[in-house]
């Protein structure tokens, strides 16, 4: 059993930056892999970045370039770096983990979830 907290979230002007943190509890962390989702009101919750314990990060068009996942094991952290941010990125931002070594995009290939941050980017 993994429990994952987020934290990090808040407000912000479009172009700013944030990032967002999530805390796992539990051993073995290295060995899942993790994801950050986001969802707006109204629309499906959207795969954003996952890493790995191996094989490099994978991240959504949209984010490329802007966004930068990271993990520190010895903190059973991961972190999502979020730069250039748009309105429009405006949702509740979710940490997810999966016991598989592959960074999967889809939100119901993982198994543990946090209660998600509030992000909201202003215009």
């Known amino acids: 059993q993994v429990q994952l907290v987020e934290s990090g979230g808040g407000l912000v002007q479009a172009g700013g930056s944030l990032r967002v943190s999530c805390v796992a509890s539990g051993r073995a962390f290295s060995r899942y892999t993790m994801g950050w989702f986001r969802q707006a009101p109204g629309k499906e919750r959207e795969f954003i970045a996952a890493?790995?314990?191996?094989?490099?990060?994978r991240y959504a068009d949209s984010v490329k370039g802007r966004f930068t996942i990271s993990r520190d094991n010895a903190k059973n952290t991961v972190y999502l770096q979020m730069n250039s941010l748009k309105p429009e990125e405006t949702a509740v931002y979710y940490c997810?983990?999966?016991?598989?070594?592959?960074?999967?995009?889809?939100?119901?290939?993982?198994?543990?979830w946090g209660q998600g941050t509030q992000v909201t980017v202003s215009s």
């Open positions: 997810a983990a999966r016991g598989l070594p592959v960074a999967a995009t889809g939100w119901y290939e993982y198994d543990y």
């Open positions: 890493i790995s314990w191996s094989g490099p990060p």
